[in-house]
């Protein structure tokens, strides 16, 4: 058997020139090349008669060569090749180009399996460039064919051939999963699962390779997340916060009753709080559920317990927005907060971080600029994020390395299904709040083409001239690409269009993503200050920002969102006591725009839109999952797999409770699979 590490340059067909192409593909040693699997499969097995073949299908036929090959040449280096072939039903033609050597392969009286895509003109059929063999070998046809991801470098026939040849070279695989696995889940072994996935002998095996593999993919994923979460957890001193410090102290004293799910989230992360390992849990919940207000009360406990607090939020407007919260519910409690955020002036910075360093702080909220070295706490013990996607995990560890071993809490309000948050934060315990406080309205959703925009537009105007606000958000420009259809407006070009025509009378602002920090919270401000009648924007208004009286979002080529996105820009409307709508404006409408906006208006829960946004568009394009750390599968789907996902869920809980380092003997392939798939590259040998 050949070392599986083996520089993939070695491998027969393959060479200097191929191994980069290769590389490119992430493929560096045998093993990489076995396990780069197809993408898709064609169906060259079935055998056709010709008479029964309906003009665009592609299949296989077996037949024989009724006449030579005839090549005509129309220049230097063009000509087309014909051939007639028979079966005992019917007659086709066949057609190549630039084939003239096929005149020593293809023989009068000769029998051959083609494959191609029959065409039928005038009652003619013809099949073009297709591939064959001799009736008594299977090389191209007569089987099914694995099809790769392609680079420009490499092309299907190679790459199909290089993996045969390195599959020719390892022999028997040696079984990568214990034995009490795959008899439990009734797994096909290693070695024919590898074979199979490349070279089905037919799709019932393909199915069972697949199945293997995927399992494999999954739960290793899922068992090293959960070890990871278990190390961190483990022996690790944390803070125990004082139990006579009672959470109800301040729920009592509320102006409004929590929801039962905030009662139970809160309830959690008490019990966390008590406990002396760092809590490490995750607070999920949709816009507008009510998360600052149990931050806040987690904030109480700690404070309460002698432990300072810091409140991590990804915009300055949002930094002073829940400074003014805090301050409102926990000032009376004389916790003090304070704010540090990247526009203060030298001095004011310089107290407030004395301030911090003293003690004299309980409650520090801010921006990036808390992560800055210069910031020393006297006592931190709770740290909390909020909109956590705009957190790298670094930045979550050096906030988290100016305490010792606090507790920490990360908020998020991008609804993610639960299977899903297992493998996107594996290493976090979870909290979900899936009830909105009562008597929210629900936001009015419409979908609506560019043919009625000026109905839309009057709209606009007797919101306003009611006394609302509205938001109006375009994509990013940068996201088109050429032949994309008309041009789309910037938000700049649209605001200047809105203010020197549609709007003249209205106060009509602008918002992006190139203005300085301090320029868009000027903005942010004076809509606020209800300065500004309609902000035209960006997507860079879609954290948490409230405007309670703005009571109108137009989003426009709400084609080019996510719904999740939509979800999450809708949000921002609706936090006040009136009436609020969200305009969705399509450019095109074909099937799937149409079924997307329909979930849109049908709906304001999340989570369903978060599931349906899955079903819809794959995992792949799950919210751009790649900007949320989702990892990557070679196999996997995890929209497609959602099943196989909950089964080994169930199985890497099992396993972890029992065994969390892995080292128990039926586990030890186990552990080596894992420490693979989390370690760097692996070594490469010659
Ligand atoms: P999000 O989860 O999006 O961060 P917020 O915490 O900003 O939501 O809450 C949105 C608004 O709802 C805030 O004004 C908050 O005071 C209010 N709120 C929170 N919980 C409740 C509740 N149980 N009943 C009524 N209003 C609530
Ligand atoms: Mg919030």
């Known amino acids: ?59 296989s036929i077996e037949a024989e060569v ?128 590898i074979k199979q996935i490349h070279f089905p002998i037919n799709f019932d095996a393909f199915k069972k390779a697949r199945r293997r593999l995927v399992f494999d993919e999954l739960l290793i994923m899922q068992l090293g997340l959960l070890k990871l979460k278990g190390e961190n957890n483990k022996e690790i001193k944390g803070i125990k916060y004082d139990e006579n410090v009672n959470m109800s102290e301040v729920i009592n004293d509320l102006p409004f009753k929590l929801t ?65 919260n805090f301050n409102n519910i926990l000032g009376k409690y004389g916790i003090k907060c304070e704010g540090l955020v990247g526009g203060m002036t030298a001095k004011q910075k310089r107290l407030a971080l004395e301030r911090i360093e003293n003690g004299d702080v309980d409650i520090v909220i801010g921006t990036h600029a808390l992560l800055e070295e210069n910031v020393v706490f006297n006592k931190l013990g709770l740290v909390v994020t909020d909109e956590q996607h705009r957190f790298g995990v670094k930045q979550r560890s050096t906030i988290i390395a100016k305490g010792e071993n606090p507790d920490v809490l990360v908020m998020t309000a991008t609804p993610i299904p639960r299977t899903l948050a297992l493998i996107l934060y594996g290493d976090l315990d979870i909290s979900i709040i899936d009830e909105l406080p009562p008597n929210r309205k629900e936001i009015q959703t419409f979908a609506v083409s560019k043919k009625l925009e000026s109905r839309v537009n009057e709209f606009v105007k007797k919101e306003i001239n009611k006394g609302r606000q509205c938001y109006v958000v375009c994509p990013l420009v940068e996201e088109q690409e050429e032949n994309d259809g008309p041009k789309l407006k910037s938000a700049l070009e649209l605001a200047e269009e809105y203010q020197n025509k549609i709007f003249k009378d209205y106060k009509v602002g602008v918002l992006h993503g190139k203005m300085r920090p301090k320029e868009k919270d000027e903005i942010m401000q004076k809509f606020k200050d209800k300065e500004i009648d309609i902000l035209v ?54 099937e799937l725009i149409k079924e997307r906006m329909d979930i849109m208006t049908k709906t304001n829960n999340g989570f369903v839109i978060a599931e349906k946004d899955l079903e819809l568009r794959g995992s792949g394009d799950f919210f751009g999952t790649k900007q949320h750390g989702i990892p990557e599968f070679k196999i996997a789907n995890l929209f497609q797999d959602m099943e196989a996902l909950k089964e080994v869920q169930a199985l890497a809980i099992q396993i972890i409770n029992k065994d969390m380092n892995l080292e128990k003997e039926e586990n030890k392939l186990l552990n080596k699979l894992v420490e693979k798939r989390f370690s760097s590259k692996a070594e490469i040998t010659i």
């Open 260 to 324: 039962k799910a905030q009662l139970n989230v809160l309830e959690e992360i008490n019990n966390d709080m008590e406990q002396d390992k760092p809590m490490n849990r995750l607070l999920q919940g949709d816009v507008g559920s009510g998360k600052t207000i149990v931050a806040m009360i987690a904030a109480y406990k700690a404070v309460k317990s002698g432990y300072q607090v810091v409140i991590l939020a990804p915009t300055m407007i949002l930094a002073k927005q829940h400074l003014e």
């Open 1 to 59: 058997m050949t070392d599986l590490n083996k520089n993939v340059q070695y491998i027969k067909g393959v060479g200097e020139a191929r191994a980069k192409a290769l590389n490119k593909l992430g493929i560096y040693t045998l093993e990489d090349l076995i396990t780069y699997y197809p993408r898709d499969y064609e169906d060259r097995s079935k055998i056709k008669k010709i008479a029964e073949i309906v003009d665009g299908e592609k299949c």
């Open 66 to 193: 009724v006449s030579g090959l005839n090549v005509r040449m129309l220049g230097r280096y063009k000509s087309i090749e014909k051939a007639i072939v028979k079966d005992e039903t019917d007659n086709c033609m066949i057609t190549w180009f630039n084939q003239p050597y096929l005149r020593t392969q293809i023989k009068r009286g000769g029998k051959y399996r083609f494959f191609g895509k029959i065409q039928v003109k005038n009652g003619v059929k013809e099949l073009n460039s297709p591939v064959f063999d001799a009736i008594d070998k299977n090389n191209n046809t007569g089987k099914i064919i694995p099809v790769y991801p392609l680079t420009y470098e490499i092309n299907g026939n190679a790459i199909r051939k290089i993996i045969q040849n390195g599959l020719s070279l390892v022999g028997n695989l040696e079984e990568t999963m214990p034995k009490y696995i795959l008899d439990k889940y009734n797994l096909l072994g290693y070695d024919e699962s």
């Open 537 to 590: 924007s960006t997507t860079v208004i879609e954290v948490g920002v409230d405007v309670p009286n703005a009571s109108l979002m137009i989003i426009e080529n709400a084609e080019r969102f996510g719904l999740a996105q939509l979800h999450q820009l809708r949000g921002r409307v609706g936090r006040g006591e009136y009436e609020s709508y969200c305009i969705l404006k399509c450019g095109g409408i074909n």
